[in-house]
């Protein structure tokens, strides 16, 4: 059961004096993740981009990013910790660097593809000319950063990929912007049964809105013909929110490209030329943003 367990369990097992990030040996992790179950809102704010900054540095992951993935999604797990969506925001961050939605749909062994090509030690002793500000001085290992930095990036998103249950079962959760941040986080991970459905089944009224319209995006993304899910997003078409009608519209209109129903171009037409415009939680692109790319690959853009 989510929060019955020490969200920071193992924590001191991690060997962090060993691991790198951007500023050095990883002694200040444990501290930073222990600060998020503070009581105090700075505290937890500070904690978090203190993290941001050390293992996700300008969208860099390092050594210790991987280490500390299990971490945040037992943290966001956890009804008892403050600010779950902005610790998702960073889980997020530190699993996917600074990719956007034009990265989608993702393919890892594409995307990783240069990891393969550098070993455990070839990437430590990368790690350790950084922090020590040489590696300028070392032709040899200077060649291997941009490796390093790929296989540091593979390793947190892989941490990331063993949480995929848990991020479907933030889908329920009543703050939007949780529910809604789990939905983006779900698009990059190749989706099973369990994962459709939750997404399918977002509610779409009142509060549960955004994390709809979040469902939504992500489902227009999602490889998998279903007949269930093209039939779920035709509904939303008719829904009673703005954002939800028109972020199931560009869902259909990726997933469907010509076959598209005459109602769904409609919402996207409408929504083109009407005073709309919303954010989805999770998600960089406005949905006006989104409106435009749908009607640009349908050739009306």
Do not use: K
């Not at 999604?73 to 939605?101: H, Q």
């Amino acid at each position: 059961m989510a929060g019955s367990a020490d969200p920071l369990a193992g924590l001191d097992q991690v060997p962090w004096g060993s691991l790198h990030h951007a500023y050095g040996p990883a002694t200040d992790v444990p501290g930073q993740l222990r600060a998020l179950r503070s009581a105090d809102a700075p505290t937890r704010s500070r904690a978090r981009s203190e993290l941001s900054g050390t293992v996700h540095h300008q969208g860099t992951r390092w050594e210790a990013s991987r280490h500390v993935v299990q971490f945040l999604a037992a943290l966001a797990d956890d009804p008892t910790t403050g600010d779950r969506a902005e610790v998702v925001g960073l889980l997020r961050a530190v699993v996917l660097g600074d990719r956007r939605d034009d990265a989608l749909p993702f393919d890892p062994r594409r995307a990783f593809a240069a990891a393969d090509g550098i070993t455990d030690d070839q990437a430590t002793l990368v790690a350790r000319h950084l922090a020590a500000g040489d590696l300028c001085e070392h032709d040899e290992v200077a060649g291997l950063a941009g490796d390093a930095a790929v296989r540091w990036a593979a390793d947190a998103f892989h941490a990331g990929a063993r949480h995929t249950d848990r991020y479907a079962r933030w889908l329920a959760e009543p703050d939007p912007q949780l529910a809604g941040h789990a939905a983006e986080l779900l698009a990059w991970f190749a989706p099973d049964e369990a994962t459709l459905a939750g997404l399918v089944a977002v509610p779409a009224d009142g509060a549960h809105a955004a994390a709809r319209a979040s469902a939504n995006l992500t489902l227009g993304h999602c490889p998998v013909d279903s007949a269930r899910t093209d039939a779920r997003l035709s509904r939303l078409l008719s829904a009673d929110t703005a954002v939800v009608r028109v972020t199931a519209a560009v869902a259909l209109a990726r997933r469907l490209g010509d076959r598209l129903p005459d109602r769904a171009l409609d919402v996207l037409v409408e929504a083109r030329g009407a005073d709309f415009d919303a954010e989805v939680p999770g998600w960089d692109r406005s949905v006006r943003g989104f409106v435009a790319l749908a009607l640009h690959r349908l050739g009306l853009g």
